[in-house]
C-alpha cells in the first residue's frame, strides 16, 4: 500500500465514523479538517485547501485569528460559565460595545442565529402586545419569499423551502410571506396587527440575491409610517461581508432591529445577539426569556474582541477592495460556464451552466483542486473566503474555477 493510499484511508475512516453516528442532516464534501489558519484549511491527509465558504461567513477573520485566539485563551483560563444567574466582569463591557457598533441602546446575547432570529421574533411580538397594543395572539410579522432564518419550528414555519418544511408541521401561525425585493407587496401585506418586517438585507442562502436599490429604503420609509419594526437578520450579510460592518449600510438603512450571529463569535464560540433600542428590547422582563449559555464570559470576552476588530474598519475595506477584484475575476468567465455573479465584497453568488455539471460536481472537482466552495440551489457556487484573504489567492482560486469550467465543458 502506498502512503498516499494510506491518507486517503485516514479521510474514509473519519467519514464512516461521521456517517455511522453523526445524524445525515447535512451532505458535506468528503474533505475532514484537521487544522485551519488563516484562509486554508489542512486536512487529515495533509492536503491544503483554499476555504471559499468561510464557515457560511462564521470565519469572516480568518481561522486561528491570532488576536481572538489570544483573548479566548485569556478568557478559558478565567471563568467560562456563570449562566445568566450572576453577572460577570465579561457580559456588560461586550453588550455595550455591540450597542455601540450598532448604534443602539442594548443588546440580548444568545448562541446561535436561529436563536437570535427566535429571539427577535418573540422581542417583536411582546412589543406587538405591550407597545402596540395589539391584542393577544393576534400578531402578524412579514417575511420574505426564499427567505433562510435558521432550522427551528417557528423559522421553517415561514421558509419557502420544501424540503425544509416536509415532516415537521404543525407550524407556527402568524407569517406572512412576500416576493423580496418588493416594497408594495410589503405595504400591501401590512394591517394593523403586523409588528413586524423580517428581511435578509441581501438573502445569502437563495443565491445571494441583492434586492433594487430602493427597496431596505422604502421598507424603512414604510415601518417608520406604519408603527413596525423593521427586523434585518444580519447574521450572514453582516460583520464585514459585504465591505460594510452591515449590509444595510450599503443603502444607509439603520434597522430597528439587528439580529447577528456566526462571526461575532469570531470563528469559535456560539454567538449571537439581538440589538435595538431601550424602547423594543425593554419589553423584556426577568422569566420572559433567557439562555443558559447566552452572553457567557467566553464567548462575551471573544465578541467584545471581534468588535474590536470591527472598529477598526480594517476588515470592511479589505471586503470592498478585494470585494471588486473577486467579482471582476468571477465575471470574466462569463461565457465560460458561468451565467452571472452576484453579490457585495467578498460574498458571491455564481450561477453556472448546469449543462457544465450540478453545483455539487463543481465543488467536488473544486476541491480536488483544493478550494472549497458549497453550492446552493444545485445551481448556484458561492464564493466567500475569509477576509483576510489576499488577490493573489483569490487569482489562484478563480484560475482553479476556470479550470474546472473548461474541463467540464470539454
Ligand atoms: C441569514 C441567516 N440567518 C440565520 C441563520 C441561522 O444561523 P445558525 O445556523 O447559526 O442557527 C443563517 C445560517 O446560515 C443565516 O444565513
Not at 16 to 43: E, K, Q
Request: hydrophobic share 45%; with cysteine; glycine share 10%.
Amino acid at each position: 500500500m502506498t502512503m498516499a493510499d494510506t491518507a486517503k484511508d485516514l479521510t474514509q475512516a473519519a467519514i464512516a465514523v461521521d456517517n455511522t453516528y453523526a445524524a445525515h442532516n447535512y451532505s458535506p464534501l468528503p474533505v475532514v479538517a484537521a487544522s485551519a489558519r488563516g484562509v486554508w484549511i489542512t486536512d487529515v491527509e495533509g492536503r491544503r485547501y483554499l476555504d471559499c465558504l468561510a464557515a457560511y461567513s462564521a470565519v469572516n477573520f480568518g481561522h486561528h485569528n491570532d488576536e481572538i485566539i489570544a483573548a479566548a485563551h485569556r478568557q478559558l483560563d478565567a471563568v467560562t460559565l456563570v449562566s445568566r444567574a450572576f453577572h460577570s466582569d465579561q457580559l456588560g463591557p461586550f453588550c455595550a460595545a455591540l450597542a455601540g457598533l450598532c448604534g443602539k441602546d442594548m443588546v440580548l446575547p444568545m448562541n446561535s442565529g436561529a436563536e437570535a432570529v427566535e429571539s427577535g421574533l418573540k422581542v417583536a411580538r411582546k412589543w406587538g402586545a405591550d407597545v402596540k397594543g395589539i391584542p393577544h395572539d393576534m400578531a402578524n410579522i412579514i417575511v420574505a419569499d426564499n427567505n433562510f432564518h435558521g432550522r427551528t419550528i417557528s423559522i421553517v414555519s415561514f421558509s419557502s423551502d420544501a424540503t425544509a418544511r416536509a415532516g415537521f408541521g404543525p407550524f407556527t401561525p402568524g407569517f406572512r410571506s412576500v416576493p423580496f425585493g418588493d416594497a408594495d407587496a410589503v405595504a400591501a401585506a401590512i394591517d394593523e396587527n403586523t409588528v413586524a418586517v423580517l428581511i435578509e438585507p441581501i438573502q445569502g442562502e437563495a443565491g445571494i440575491i441583492v434586492p433594487p436599490d430602493d427597496y431596505l429604503p422604502r421598507l424603512r420609509e414604510l415601518c417608520t409610517q406604519r408603527t413596525v419594526l423593521l427586523v434585518a437578520d444580519e447574521i450572514q450579510s453582516g460583520l464585514a461581508r459585504t465591505g460594510h460592518t452591515f449590509a444595510c449600510d450599503h443603502w444607509g438603512v439603520v434597522p430597528d432591529i439587528y439580529l447577528l450571529g456566526k462571526a461575532l463569535g469570531g470563528g469559535v464560540v456560539p454567538l449571537s445577539a439581538v440589538v435595538a433600542d431601550r424602547d423594543i428590547l425593554g419589553v423584556l422582563h426577568p422569566g420572559e426569556h433567557g439562555s443558559t449559555f447566552g452572553g457567557n464570559p467566553l464567548a462575551a470576552a471573544i465578541g467584545s474582541t471581534v468588535i474590536e476588530i470591527l472598529r477598526r474598519r480594517e476588515f470592511q475595506s479589505r471586503s470592498a477592495e478585494l470585494g471588486l477584484h473577486l467579482h471582476a475575476r468571477l465575471r470574466s468567465l462569463m461565457g465560460a460556464g458561468v451565467l452571472a455573479v452576484r453579490g457585495m465584497g467578498l460574498w458571491a453568488g455564481v450561477d453556472i451552466d448546469t449543462r457544465l455539471g450540478t453545483g455539487k460536481q463543481l465543488s467536488l472537482a473544486l476541491a480536488e483542486r483544493g478550494v472549497l466552495v458549497k453550492d446552493t440551489h444545485g445551481s448556484t457556487l458561492r464564493f466567500a473566503p475569509p477576509l483576510v484573504i489576499t488577490a493573489e489567492e483569490i487569482d489562484w482560486a478563480v484560475a482553479q474555477f476556470a479550470s474546472v469550467l473548461a474541463e467540464a465543458g470539454s
